[in-house]
């Protein structure tokens, strides 16, 4: 049986690549979105790729997905927040990926293993892109602490706009074959991982 991943921000940018690369590694992929031309194209010639539609800022409209889903074993949150608005950028990806993982959670922690990787706009992009990176490094921290489940592992990567989207998705895959529970990945051209305390 095939594991499955949920992937958001998957209708276009690091989100559309992280689905694609899960489909040809043999993963049941989940790809969400607002944007349904978008996830359409991301899934386009991939039969274990599923798409569904949801706004990941509403707690209701994400359970439903995963109420249909069923487990997950990895989350892949990506940004889906073009503004540089800061209620906005927080609400997508901060607020948005706290509701993912407050409903995929429960499920990993029952089975004991699980990855949930949270990816951000540089901090350098804007004040609001740098307050939801520091927001999501934070929030993985704690869970991490909470919920000390050797099996679950947190992973929060924020690249420079200039670093290609495989090199990201290199870094944060290396990250995963650590035993670290909690770890930040600064991808660069050479990647740099640094482990929470």
């Known amino acids: 049986m095939r594991p499955t991943a949920l992937v958001t921000g998957a209708a276009r940018?690091?989100?559309a690549r992280a689905a694609q690369?899960?489909?040809a590694d043999a993963w049941d992929v989940v790809a969400v979105d607002t944007d349904e031309p978008g996830l359409a194209r991301t899934a386009l010639r991939s039969p274990n790729t599923h798409t569904r539609t949801c706004d990941v800022t509403d707690p209701k409209a994400v359970a439903a997905v995963l109420?249909?889903?069923g487990p997950v074993?990895?989350?892949v949150c990506a940004p889906a927040a073009p503004s540089t608005e800061l209620e906005h950028?927080?609400?997508m990806d901060v607020l948005g990926a706290s509701h993912l993982i407050e409903a995929a959670l429960p499920g990993m922690l029952d089975r004991g293993r699980g990855e949930i990787i949270v990816l951000t706009e540089s901090p350098s992009r804007s004040p609001a892109h740098a307050a939801a990176s520091a927001a999501v490094a934070a929030y993985l921290r704690a869970l991490a602490t909470d919920h000390p489940a050797p099996g679950v592992r947190f992973r929060h990567?924020?690249?420079h706009p200039d670093v290609p989207h495989r090199v990201v998705l290199?870094?944060?895959d290396r990250s995963l074959a650590r035993r670290t529970r909690a770890r930040t990945v600064h991808p660069a051209r050479r990647?740099?991982?640094l482990p929470h305390s």
């Open 13 to 15: 940018g690091i989100g």
């Open 21 to 23: 690369r899960l489909a």
């Open 67 to 69: 109420a249909v889903t």
């Open 73 to 75: 074993n990895r989350l």
């Open 89 to 91: 950028v927080l609400r």
């Open 157 to 159: 990567a924020a690249a």
């Open 170 to 172: 290199d870094a944060v």
């Open 191 to 193: 990647s740099r991982l």
